[in-house]
């Protein structure tokens, strides 16, 4: 397992995650003239945009997230997006939350296997990076938090060596190999199949470096050829016209991690058949996580310090719906396998070391389910995660 893992996961999950929020904040959207004071505009999304993006990019956040340290657990990690979604006026809904939170995942996961080299998941990151500062053009300040990003991701993995990559991007493997949740999106493209397992090409292009399948040299104990056999294969493979830029600014050259949503498609998530048999069998251990103080301590580093933005005086926290009608939202609510509902941890992290150690302690013997009601009303559906932060 890669110490250095996390920083990629969380910025590529969190570019998703934007990806995901700017297309159902633009379908919902009303013109500013016409809107009622409870429905959106395109002046709240932007804001909400800035203000997630904002939060994401922290100085201290990142300080923390760029340090050396294994991954946790898939629990932890949502806890910390479920923080990031809820960081401005925007609400969402048990139902939407998971919806977002799969949406993420999987894209991400169809990314990693992707790559054609492990460098390139790099690359990836970049990507959503270039297009996270598109969202936030007109907000020089924001800018600047994301280009220190960008510095500290070349300064932390521009010297790695290949090797050290190949270990980071099976340690991603590890953490998405049992996610199978079918996405339209996927689906329609036939990358996806219907048990929500992706199908991976055997035709493209070829990792930069490398030469097209198809000979085999043969060496002596000089190192000098001395014979060549052709094969035939079953892929269409080209060589890459050249490798994509790692700098500040340049051609990524590599589309993995662009906006796939940039073209307005409906995106739905289906519990692959396959998924819901597993379900019944992958209930956890109740009993106490041995884990479960390194992972509060980590939790309250990373948001402890980070400002919720509340809806104040007669200010109303708008809630997004990610699925089609509030019936369809409400259904998912009902319907998704308990044992694949993320549960909200509800954290009070404060400076106070003794605070924490206590609420490491109190997680390790306690599992304290969140269970929010569907169909919650506009600005009503706020996170037990967020009181008290």
């Known amino acids: 397992m890669s110490a250095r893992t996390l920083p990629l996961l969380f910025l590529n999950l969190g570019g998703e995650m934007l990806y995901i929020l700017d297309q159902r904040l633009r379908a919902q959207s009303i013109p500013g003239e016409k809107a009622r004071k409870d429905e959106w505009t395109d002046v709240d999304r932007k804001r909400v945009m800035n203000d997630i993006i904002t939060t994401m990019f922290n100085k201290k956040f990142m300080e923390e997230l760029f340090k050396p340290q294994e991954l946790y657990s898939k629990k932890a990690l949502r806890t910390v997006y479920d923080r990031l979604a809820h960081a401005s006026i925007m609400r969402l809904n048990q139902a939407s939350m998971d919806k977002l939170y799969d949406l993420m995942t999987m894209a991400f996961k169809y990314q990693v296997l992707l790559c054609p080299r492990p460098k390139d998941l790099l690359l990836v990151t970049f990507n959503h990076l270039d297009a996270i500062k598109d969202f936030i053009r007109d907000a020089p300040s924001i800018l600047n938090q994301v280009d220190e990003t960008f510095r500290q991701l070349i300064e932390m993995y521009g010297s790695l060596s290949d090797g050290e990559f190949q270990l980071i991007r099976q340690t991603l493997l590890i953490f998405f190999q049992d996610m199978h949740i079918r996405v339209s999106i996927f689906l329609k493209d036939k990358v996806q199949n219907s048990n929500g397992r992706f199908v991976l090409p055997i035709s493209g292009p070829v990792p930069w470096g490398t030469e097209i399948p198809g000979l085999i040299r043969?060496?002596?104990?000089?190192?000098?050829?001395?014979?060549?056999?052709?094969?035939?294969?079953?892929?269409?493979?080209?060589?890459?016209?050249?490798?994509?830029?790692?700098?500040?600014?340049?051609?990524?050259?590599?589309?993995?991690?662009?906006?796939?949503?940039?073209?307005?498609?409906?995106?739905?998530?289906?519990m692959a058949g396959s998924s819901k048999s597993l379900a019944s069998h992958a209930k956890e251990n109740i009993a106490p996580n041995p884990l479960a103080k390194e992972e509060m301590n980590f939790l309250a580093r990373l948001i402890g310090g980070l400002e919720i933005k509340k809806p104040g005086g007669s200010e109303t926290g708008f809630r997004l719906n990610l699925f089609t009608t509030d019936e369809e939202e409400e259904h998912a609510a009902l319907t998704r396998p308990e044992e694949l509902s993320y549960k909200v941890i509800n954290i009070e992290a404060t400076q106070d070391p003794g605070r924490q150690e206590q609420l490491a302690r109190i997680l390790g013997e306690l599992e304290v389910p969140e269970q929010r009601p569907a169909g919650t009303a506009k600005g009503e559906d706020l996170l037990a995660l967020m009181d008290g932060l």
Do not use: A, C, W
Not at 248 to 269: A, C, F
């Open 218 to 270: 043969m060496f002596n104990h000089n190192g000098d050829e001395v014979k060549r056999t052709e094969f035939t294969t079953d892929g269409n493979y080209v060589i890459p016209q050249r490798e994509g830029s790692f700098d500040l600014y340049g051609d990524r050259v590599l589309k993995l991690g662009t906006n796939m949503y940039s073209v307005s498609r409906p995106v739905e998530t289906h």
